[in-house]
């Protein structure tokens, strides 16, 4: 005689549960760090430790809708509201700029590829956050069109247009503190980003 399941199927559910833990933690797991770098680059340190449990908490009670494959923009979506909403609250933009800022003239370690830095970070501190978000999506984070435009919430095509008009306004940013000739400063982005200068 073996034991028998209670009415109302308790079984399949605490399998169900144990599934969804799982996920949950393989989630965690392969892009908990790339949604922390996300969160810090934007908040800081012990506000981007709280957003990233936020983003896991809000993947738990949504889990069933994430679909397979879309995991990481989904994730980073969700980051990105919690973090528009985070900057509601508090004042993290002007904090933001101040950081920036201070770094740009940080003459300690000086070298020409410091100078290159210097005159990128300073370029995409001028533009505004809407557009430093598209850049950085695209050549930071390494995100293709598609992955970016669901990161924003909005159509591939209007993903393309947004970063066609940051990529101007950061050229013409980029340009006006540059005066002998350069290469393209959309190739001194992507070479920053990545760190390779």
Known sequence: MGVRPPPGGSVPDARRATADRQRLT???????????????????GDDAQD????????????????????????LFGVARRLVLQHWRGRAVHAALQ?????????????????????????????LPEIDREVLLLRYWYDFNGRESAKVLGCTTAAFAVRLHRARRRFEDAYGHRRVEPKPSPIGDLAAYTRGLE
Not at 52 to 74: D, M
Not at 107 to 122: C, L, W
């Open 26 to 44: 393989d989630l965690f797991r392969r892009h908990g760090d790339a949604v922390f770098a996300y969160a810090n680059d934007r908040l800081g």
């Open 98 to 126: 101040a950081r920036l800022h201070s770094q740009a003239h940080d003459e300690t370690e000086y070298r020409p590829s410091t100078s290159q830095r210097v005159d990128v970070m300073a370029a995409l501190a001028e």
């Open 51 to 74: 957003l990233v449990s936020e983003v896991f908490a809000v993947a738990w009670r949504r889990l069933a809708t994430i679909k397979e494959g879309q995991e990481r923009p989904w």
